[in-house]
């Protein structure tokens, strides 16, 4: 059974950092996509980050590029989001999501596992 457990929101103010956990298991995370996605109250879920499985290779959402870094560490089976310079835009619970296959995607859809979500308050 494949699990997703994410970790790591709370409250900064804006311009803090914040670095998000997301614990597999029930699947090896080398070979696989993991991506973060996050959902503002009254919105859609929208893509922020993914690495891809196999060479590590990573891609962001616009918004976030430069502020943002998506990494992982087999050993511990767990993929991370650093967030710094964090602006109240920022706000929303943030997902975890596991593809069973290398190559990512941006839509949701495509994505065959989630975590429960953390949530990221960021205050002006």
Not at 28 to 40: D, G, M, P, V
């Given at each position: 059974q494949v699990q997703l457990v994410e970790s790591g929101g709370g409250s900064v103010q804006a311009g803090g950092s914040l670095r998000l956990s997301c614990a597999v298991?029930?699947?090896?995370?080398?070979?696989?996509?993991?991506?973060?996605?996050?959902?503002?109250?009254?919105r859609g879920?929208?893509?922020?980050?993914?690495?891809?499985?196999?060479?590590?290779?990573?891609?962001?959402?616009d918004?976030?590029?430069?502020?943002?870094?998506?990494?992982?560490?087999?050993?511990?089976?767990?993929?991370?989001?650093?967030?710094?310079?964090?602006?109240p835009e920022d706000t929303a619970v943030y997902y975890c999501a596991a593809r069973m296959w290398r190559f990512c995607s941006r839509l949701k859809n495509d994505y065959d596992y989630w975590g429960q979500g953390t949530q990221v308050t960021v205050s002006s």
């Open positions: 298991s029930g699947v090896s995370i080398s070979n696989n996509c993991l991506a973060w996605f996050r959902q503002a109250p009254g879920r929208e893509w922020v980050a993914s690495i891809y499985g196999g060479p590590t290779s990573t891609a962001y959402a918004s976030v590029k430069g502020r943002f870094t998506v990494s992982r560490d087999n050993a511990k089976n767990t993929v991370y989001l650093q967030m710094n310079s964090l602006k």
